[in-house]
């Protein structure tokens, strides 16, 4: 080979295509760990839990009657803003309207990283 | 000084060089370094442990519309039994020997009526073991909705209640810190 005759060429080039497919699989099982990290730290940062439990305990309160002397819920529904705002450090802000048929509640959450807004109606 | 001689033995050379420097690059950048900033890859574990065990306490039998364990063990002030309940649900596991997971947990409300009304307050509701200071716990919460009035107890279940003065439906977040010994 090195006296530059013609043998073996395709052994040559078979040898560099071999080794330049394995960098090609080392990058793909290098990568793999840095992804599952990020996808891991992206799945954690996202407040999925406080945002599903303050959603139910709002659409909770709207099925509470709001008469005298108790009024259970407006005190609940102030209650979920306070205690949101105090040990879950997101702003909880909702409102419902209803128009015969069916109830509308505008929910709105946010706790400075995260916003997160629904509409949820029933029936 | 410049004749053709030994070209291929200079390709090779180059190839070669370049192939140890692509494999050092590559097992160089391979490893990752585990600092503490990466040790919530691991609280989230317990915490989605966590969150299903106070979801699954949380929730009514059947899906009716009735009371969940956890409303319960808050209406009657119960601690035993949230003990039994919450630590089975976290420990047990398949094979005799249960897990080592400890819990404190608080329940904090508005408080409704007395000199302090509008504060933000907290009860311990029951804990495995106190808190030392070198564990590593993680928070969970759960929202309730309870009656603060325990017709079991025959009194308010918030302390500043007294002479049932905050009867009626109210808000409390059960927050729970968990860790492994």
């Not at chain 1, 040898?15 to 760990?33: D, E, R, Y």
Request: with cysteine; charged share 15%; aromatic share 10%.
């Amino acid at each position: 080979m090195a006296r530059l005759n013609d043998d073996a060429q395709w052994i040559v080039l078979m040898g560099f295509i071999v080794s330049f497919s394995l960098f090609f699989l080392a990058i793909v099982l290098n990568q793999a760990t840095v992804v599952g990290q990020t996808t891991a730290e992206a799945v954690s940062e996202f407040p999925k839990e406080d945002i599903r439990g303050v959603r139910d305990v709002t659409i909770q309160s709207l099925f509470l009657d709001n008469n005298g002397p108790y009024t259970n819920q407006t005190n609940v529904q102030n209650e979920i803003r306070i205690l949101s705002l105090n040990r879950e450090d997101s702003v909880v802000q909702f409102s419902s309207q209803t128009d015969g048929t069916h109830t509308y509640l505008n929910f709105h959450y946010n706790n400075g990283v995260t916003a997160y807004n629904e509409t949820y109606t029933y029936p | 000084m410049v004749n053709r001689d030994a070209q291929l033995y200079t390709i090779e050379g180059i190839a070669a060089s370049l192939i140890i420097l692509l494999t050092a690059y590559i097992v160089l950048n391979s490893t990752s370094i585990y600092t503490p900033g990466d040790s919530h890859i691991n609280d989230m574990q317990l915490e989605v442990i966590g969150s299903d065990a106070l979801s699954m306490m949380n929730t009514p039998v059947n899906g009716s519309a009735g009371t969940s364990a956890l409303q319960a063990v808050i209406e009657n002030n119960d601690s035993a039994g949230f003990n039994t309940i919450f630590s089975n649900i976290l420990n047990n596991r398949t094979g005799a020997t249960p897990d080592t997971i400890q819990f404190l947990a608080n329940v904090t409300y508005v408080v409704p009526a007395g000199p302090n009304t509008g504060n933000v307050n907290t009860y311990r509701l029951n804990a495995s073991r106190l808190l030392y200071g070198g564990e590593h716990a993680v928070r969970v919460s759960q929202w309730v909705i309870v009656d603060t009035y325990s017709p079991a107890l025959g009194h308010d279940i918030f302390p500043e209640c007294v002479f049932a003065q905050c009867r009626g439906k109210h808000a409390a977040l059960v927050e729970v810190l968990l860790w492994r010994d």
